[in-house]
């Protein structure tokens, strides 16, 4: 049966970050049918597990209908008057920086766009962090490093056109599986391609590979030193490229050369010295050559190093923004690229541009016609939730994200907002881990009532539309944001017609007094007019004036630093995880191929949740021997900061040392195995990003 009929919307799957496009077609039964886009160039028709069971995550149960104050139904003008009038008493009691929002890359461009600029430039502080803190903030570190500015610089179609496609941390067959059927298919096209993976579990991805290095934790960026140092050792630099268009390529070269070393290299890297051999003479000998990466690297106390250990080998052999060659972030939500590009995180601006940089800020000021801008970054995630546990923080607006499961040491965020004067939650529904702490409950539209942009790994935008209506009272977040900004004070500011009034506002910005000298571009969408902005196909950024799209950046050497030359930066690998005779195990975490998120959505689908049904542990066989755990036992595994029961799964697709337990399972679908109440806030002193994957454990038979 084909959906692709003329009463077929078309939409974007609300969950990864690779954006596929999406047939909705509400059926007469209430049911919708859902396909994938066989037009939208991100999937040209595919659709993973997840994307193609959205149908049954629908949820007519359990939504949010009614705003609420103290859990009583109230109407949408005493629930925004009461926002605004607690967000300003606490301004004018305690300061800007007394408030703050944390919100979430599932929320579209729109609203993100409103928020930020509720919070930079009429609030005047720089508090607002989102949940892309934990996905891919160290990513945007590594890249504004190098480049100047926070760009990807290649497409999905450079996946497929590599005959070298390195993927380091990253679980892309169950992450980002779409994507991984594209390079699945290219390389069935032409077996010649190569495929490596740097992770240190066997993963499905590790599984399908030519090539698996079982990496241990952190050895990352050891590995990729290494990797520089073997490059100049056997003539594999492009000199030429980097002589005219980098800088500090000697300096990181020097710091690189002990890892040369390959003993060495192996004791640190936890690889045998063949293994690393064959990688580095794959690498030397394939020009086009891709490294994807993504929440192994990034989700680390080193994660920003990493990424830059990744983009010196990169820029050392000139291999970047070309068809088949140049490094890639991909990131795990379907709006992170998104809220990126509006400065949705505490320590940016708006449109690609940066707190701190005077010409930046005089931009923004004189484009918003801004009161205030912040003086200073804000607080990013981690940071944040402990100024609200310590009481700086006296009022917080949480959107689209359940904090209480998600951040790392999660029962020091519960006790957070358990404290906190004034908790706004604006949700779809109303049984989140976090819902419990709010003194005021805003009700959402979900995907399929809402309309917007989400951006994708490759920068490609595209639309969610609405092909249902949003039952009771349920509004768009952006419509709550700016309501709460009018009754603040900032009518003129904050008076939008719809979403496309938000969009122009935004893609004007982008555009503003930018004469090539930013990345981030949109000149060619800033006057969309409300049937252009409904009919608007997927289309990669920057978009010139006359409309024309540019796919790739830096094959021409330009960087968006001030002397127009990429930086190499001095990276250092991150110390080891701090294990002990009490804690003697390695806890990695991270996502199983059905599951999304904390569970609010595809917890709801019997066929999603039949893949992997209740929590569980991976535990390498020898350990479980050692320790007299037997397959399917029931285990405690614990930390400092907790303790959680999990189901025994014995596997050699881990280390031995190591353990691995996904992160879904919230209270409402397990009772107890919240498992980032276990992870330690321990963050990288770049980005921030929290080291999701490294905490020091025990375990025993429960
Ligand atoms: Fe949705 Fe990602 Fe699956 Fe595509 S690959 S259908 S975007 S979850």
Not at 203 to 214: Q, R
Request: charged letters at 20%; proline letters at 6%.
């Amino acid at each position: 049966q084909s959906f692709d009929t003329p009463q077929a919307t078309r939409t974007t799957c609300p969950y990864c970050g690779v954006g596929c496009g999406v047939l909705a077609s509400p059926q007469p039964d209430g049911t919708v049918a859902i396909s994938g886009d066989p037009e939208h160039p991100a999937n040209f028709g595919r659709l993973c597990s997840k994307g193609s069971a959205l149908a049954e995550t629908l949820i007519p149960d359990r939504r949010l209908l009614h705003p609420e104050i103290g859990g009583a139904r109230v109407s949408w003008n005493a629930a925004l008057d009461h926002v605004a009038e607690r967000f300003c008493e606490t301004i004018a009691r305690k300061g800007p920086d007394s408030v703050a929002f944390y919100v979430s890359g599932q929320i579209l461009t729109e609203d993100y766009y409103v928020a930020n600029k509720l919070m930079k430039g009429f609030i005047g502080s720089a508090n607002i962090d989102t949940n892309s803190r934990l996905c891919m903030s160290s990513s945007v570190a590594g890249h504004v490093r190098a480049f100047g500015s926070d760009t990807v610089p290649n497409t999905y179609e450079d996946l497929e056109a590599a005959d070298l496609l390195v993927l380091v941390g990253s679980n892309l067959a169950w992450c980002h599986p779409v994507l991984f059927q594209r390079v699945l298919a290219a390389k069935a096209a032409r077996p010649s391609m190569k495929l490596v993976t740097i992770d240190p579990r066997r993963t499905v991805t590790a599984a399908e590979s030519d090539l698996h290095l079982p990496i241990r934790s952190d050895g990352d960026t050891a590995l990729f030193l290494g990797l520089l140092a073997h490059l100049s050792e056997t003539g594999g630099i492009d000199r030429a490229f980097v002589e005219a268009h980098t800088q500090g390529f000697e300096a990181a070269l020097r710091a690189a050369l002990p890892y040369g070393d390959l003993a060495r290299l192996a004791a640190e890297t936890g690889l045998d010295e063949p293994a690393l051999r064959r990688f580095f003479a794959l690498f030397a000998e394939t020009e086009r050559t891709v490294t994807v990466y993504s929440q192994g690297v990034n989700q680390s106390a080193g994660g920003t190093d990493k990424v830059n250990a990744i983009l010196n080998c990169h820029l050392a052999t000139g291999r970047i923004g070309r068809e088949g060659c140049g490094p890639f972030s991909v990131t795990g939500q379907p709006n992170a690229m998104g809220g990126r590009e509006v400065g949705g995180l505490a320590n940016q601006l708006a449109a690609h541009m940066a707190i701190g940089n005077p010409a930046h800020e005089d931009i923004v000021s004189r484009f918003w016609n801004a009161p205030a801008l912040p003086a200073k970054s804000g607080l990013k995630a981690v940071d944040l939730f402990r100024a609200v546990h310590e009481g700086r923080v006296e009022a917080i607006w949480i959107m689209g994200t359940n904090p209480v499961d998600s951040l790392p040491e999660a029962d020091l965020v519960r006790q957070a907002l358990a404290r906190c004067p004034f908790v706004v939650v604006s949700d779809v529904v109303r049984d989140t881990d976090t819902v419990p702490y709010a003194h005021v409950l805003l009700p959402s539209a979900a995907w399929g009532e809402k309309a917007g942009t989400v951006t994708n790994s490759e920068r490609r935008i595209s639309r969610q539309r609405a092909f249902l209506p949003a039952p009771g009272e349920a509004k768009a977040d952006w419509w709550q944001m700016a309501e709460v900004g009018r009754r603040m004070g900032h009518e003129a500011a904050f008076s939008f017609e719809g979403a496309a009034a938000i969009f122009r506002e935004h893609a004007a910005l982008s555009a503003f007094e930018n004469e090539g000298t930013r990345d981030f571009d949109l000149s060619g969408l800033a006057t969309l007019d409300e049937p252009a902005y409904e009919a608007l196909t997927p289309v990669q950024w920057p978009v010139a004036a006359d409309g024309t799209s540019k796919r790739r950046f830096f094959a021409d050497g330009r960087f968006f630093t001030p002397n127009g030359k990429a930086r190499f930066l001095l990276v250092a690998p991150a110390a080891a995880p701090a294990t002990s005779p009490e804690r003697p195990f390695v806890l990695n975490t991270g996502r199983i191929r059905d599951q999304w998120h904390t569970m609010t959505r595809t917890g709801r689908s019997a066929r999603l949740s039949a893949h992997l049904a209740e929590p569980f542990c991976e535990l390498h066989p020898d350990d479980a021997a050692r320790i007299r755990v037997s397959e399917a036992d029931l285990v405690t595994v614990e930390t400092d900061h907790g303790s959680v029961i999990l189901r025994a799964l014995l596997t050699d697709r881990v280390r031995p040392g190591t353990l691995f337990a996904p992160m879904h399972w919230t209270e409402q679908f397990s009772g107890a195995a919240r498992i980032n109440a276990l992870v330690p806030a321990r963050t990288d002193p770049v980005s921030g990003q929290p080291a999701s994957k490294a905490a020091p454990a025990a375990l025993r038979r429960f």
